[in-house]
């Protein structure tokens, strides 16, 4: 047993006994020589505080009745624990490449302190979990730093913007309400003062982000929610059609345990599965549908399996 979990199991023994405890009853709990324990008893003192004492009455250790009642230090946790921040970590540096990682080296230092004193690898997190992004596009710490902070702290924010539709772009004031994290990549969904609504700005396209010293205009949290519910994927707003696809049998294997949309209904008919979901745009649909080919159909509407239509149709002219 290591000294982590020893000082663990010292600290329960001292806290839920009613009488001192004699030394012989730690060996017999910890499976220690004397010695051991008594090292253990200085650390607790010497290292973490505690107000240990022996009681010559009853031939046994406890903790000063008269003194404050002790915990061990906030950070005195289980290996999973640590090693479940430690996973954390590791998440949100994949998600946000140097975020807060100036903040974060010394409480990873502190981490893997005391898991090599639990007899723990901390190395293992970086040699087990693999976080792999997929299609994220490039992003600056100096740009999602103000957009964090102005979010966090109900400011406006005046930038540019240039979407992906046009070259130019365009110099605009809005509220943000809410940062998403979606497949990869973030978004801000916003109220802007050009477009009098909300909107999603995505951050990769922001230029020159200056946080202004005003509140923002806060939205209705269930407005919010609306906008970034009605439709399909990061395409919000409200929904204009329901789409009503077919999957085959055997991309249903999949497609039946996926969440795609919120208020989805999915059933099987006839050995095929159904899938009905509302979308206010359609790029970001039309991608996941032309991800399945032959094994989905478009059932309605009738726009939308024309504009699926339509791509195949350039699909086989470039290849036939």
């Known amino acids: 047993m290591s000294r ?163 070259d130019r772009s365009s110099i605009r004031t809005i509220h943000p309400q809410r940062l998403i994290h979606y497949r990869s990549n973030w978004y801000l969904a916003a109220f802007c003062e050009q477009n009098e609504a909300l909107r999603m700005f995505s951050l990769d396209r922001i230029q020159h982000p200056t946080v202004l010293d005003i509140p923002c205009k806060v939205i209705d949290a269930d407005e919010v929610e609306r906008y970034l519910s009605g439709g399909f994927g990061i395409f919000s707003g409200p929904a204009r059609g329901v789409a009503k696809l077919r999957f085959s049998a055997q991309a249903a294997r999949w497609v039946a345990e996926e969440r795609w949309h919120p208020e989805q209904v999915g059933q099987w008919l006839d050995g095929a599965y159904h899938l009905a979901l509302p979308y206010s745009d359609t790029p970001e649909l039309v991608m996941d549908i032309l991800r399945y080919g032959p094994d989905v ?24």
Not at 124 to 138: F, G, M, V, Y
Not at 297 to 319: F, G, N, S, T
């Open 297 to 320: 159909e478009v059932l309605d509407p009738p726009e939308l399996r024309d504009e699926v239509a339509a791509r195949i149709k350039k699909m086989h002219e470039i290849y036939w």
């Open 4 to 166: 982590f979990d020893r000082i663990y199991k010292i600290h329960e023994l001292l806290r839920t006994s009613r009488q001192p405890v004699p030394m012989s009853r730690f060996m017999e709990i910890l499976e220690a020589s004397r010695n051991s324990v008594t090292r253990d008893f200085e650390y607790l003192r010497n290292q973490l505080g505690a107000p240990l004492e022996y009681c010559r009455e009853h031939n046994g250790h406890r903790y000063d009745p008269s003194a404050p009642v002790f915990e061990l230090p906030g950070f005195w946790m289980s290996a999973s624990e640590l090693y479940a921040l430690l996973a954390c970590e590791q998440l949100l540096e994949q998600v946000q490449p140097g975020l807060l990682s100036d903040r974060l080296i010394p409480l990873k230092e502190r981490i893997r302190n005391l898991l090599s004193e639990s007899g723990h690898e901390a190395a293992l997190i970086s040699d087990k979990i693999l976080i792999q992004p997929t299609q994220a596009r490039e992003r600056h710490e100096q740009l999602f730093a103000p957009i964090a902070e102005a979010t966090l702290s109900g400011h406006q924010i005046r930038l540019a913007y240039q979407p992906r539709s046009t």
